[in-house]
């Protein structure tokens, strides 16, 4: 009777990792079986792809994926860039992309593009290099030289959390003009007439605020010198940058009866530092926040905020991949889902 060989030792001063032919050798077959195992494990006898896979479990052997996607053009990965993984209001995105993707048999990464000072151009030129299955992006492609690489690459892209009639590729979001817009006119319809914005520096609240500054203006909700008073707070918004912005705003316009935050964490410092100024919200202010994040409904008094279903957004954006990379027509490449302003306590 053969029995398997033992797996091979690597010693400190071995350079090579173990290979294919070590598990071979380990399961006491031949090299191309172990390959048709992990690659079409349907072709090969149970009782050989059981044996393969001991020996790969009893050698911790991890096949080279990257060899294997040469061979196929397909790597079985997606990337996802965004502007930063610290984000709480990008994780329904990333869990739903993670699980539908999953289900496909495709594996997510993320890369981190940063909101000031971008290095998004840098970061997509690494990914396309590697040649992903395709691309989420969270916002638009702003980028000529971006949309140049992945035309060349023909890498399948999705853009998500912001809405174009021209997307590089495919897109699935909702309009950040629209956001502001019916934001402004919610507050007028609740009586507020003296409104004011806290909000994080990146390009596409800065959308959000100009429309909703445009409506509020319309809407004769300017203070006395005919502007919207603004606070800008560094990206990604935090709860300390609102409870500074309220203040700030505060002192220079004591008479604002109404707060738009770029964030639930914005707004969620705007609530506490009222709290702590004796301020009463809603009765003396309004505050409205933008994301519906998991403590929106449990702060105090329970957060008023535009709810944007990340969710959908991930599993919308993956099944757009999947279906690309099939090679099935996809009959509608952007998706607007839309948003809805959730009302509670605090307006």
């Known amino acids: 009777m053969n029995m398997p060989a033992e797996p091979p030792k690597r010693t400190r001063r071995s350079k090579g990792g173990l290979t294919l032919v070590d598990v071979a050798r380990v399961a006491g077959v031949a090299p191309i079986t172990v390959s048709r195992v992990l690659n079409s494990p349907e072709k090969v006898s149970p009782d050989l792809v059981q044996k393969v896979r001991s020996a790969i479990e009893r050698?911790?052997?991890?096949?080279?994926?990257?060899?294997?996607?040469?061979?196929?053009?397909?790597?079985?990965?997606?990337?996802?860039?965004?502007?930063?993984?610290?984000?709480?209001?990008?994780?329904?995105?990333?869990?739903?992309?993670?699980?539908?993707?999953?289900?496909?048999?495709?594996?997510?990464?993320?890369?981190?593009?940063?909101?000031?000072?971008?290095?998004?151009?840098?970061?997509?030129?690494?990914?396309?290099?590697?040649?992903?299955?395709?691309?989420?992006?969270?916002?638009?492609?702003?980028?000529?030289?971006?949309?140049?690489?992945?035309?060349?690459?023909?890498?399948?892209?999705?853009?998500?959390?912001?809405?174009?009639?021209?997307?590089?590729?495919?897109?699935?979001?909702?309009?950040?003009?629209?956001?502001?817009?019916?934001?402004?006119?919610?507050?007028?319809?609740?009586?507020?007439?003296?409104?004011?914005?806290?909000?994080?520096?990146?390009?596409?609240?800065?959308?959000?605020?100009?429309?909703?500054?445009?409506?509020?203006?319309?809407?004769?909700?300017?203070?006395?010198?005919?502007?919207?008073?603004?606070?800008?707070?560094?990206?990604?918004?935090?709860?300390?940058?609102?409870?500074?912005?309220?203040?700030?705003?505060?002192?220079?316009?004591?008479?604002?009866?109404a707060v738009f935050c770029s964030s639930d964490m914005v707004a969620l410092g705007v609530l506490t530092e009222a709290h702590a100024l004796g301020i009463a919200v809603p009765d003396r202010l309004a505050v409205v926040g933008l994301g519906d994040q998991a403590f929106a409904a449990d702060t105090w008094p329970a957060l008023t905020t535009v709810h944007l279903d990340g969710r959908a957004m991930g599993t919308i954006a993956a099944n757009f991949l999947i279906d690309r990379i099939a090679g099935k027509h996809i009959p509608e490449v952007v998706r607007d889902i839309g948003f809805t302003i959730v009302e509670r306590d605090s307006a």
């Open 59 to 257: 050698t911790g052997y991890v096949p080279n994926l990257l060899a294997g996607s040469l061979a196929s053009t397909h790597s079985r990965m997606i990337a996802a860039i965004l502007p930063t993984i610290a984000g709480s209001v990008f994780l329904d995105t990333v869990q739903s992309l993670t699980e539908t993707l999953a289900a496909a048999g495709y594996q997510l990464i993320l890369g981190q593009a940063g909101y000031e000072n971008s290095r998004e151009d840098e970061l997509l030129e690494a990914i396309i290099g590697r040649r992903p299955d395709g691309i989420v992006l969270a916002g638009i492609m702003r980028s000529a030289q971006g949309r140049r690489r992945l035309q060349a690459s023909a890498i399948p892209l999705v853009e998500t959390w912001d809405l174009t009639p021209t997307p590089a590729d495919m897109l699935v979001g909702f309009s950040h003009e629209s956001v502001g817009e019916a934001v402004a006119e919610f507050l007028y319809q609740r009586g507020r007439r003296r409104v004011a914005v806290i909000s994080a520096s990146d390009e596409r609240a800065q959308r959000r605020n100009r429309a909703f500054a445009q409506a509020a203006v319309r809407l004769d909700m300017q203070g006395p010198d005919g502007a919207i008073p603004f606070h800008t707070t560094s990206a990604p918004g935090t709860a300390a940058g609102g409870r500074a912005g309220l203040r700030a705003l505060l002192a220079a316009s004591p008479d604002i009866d």
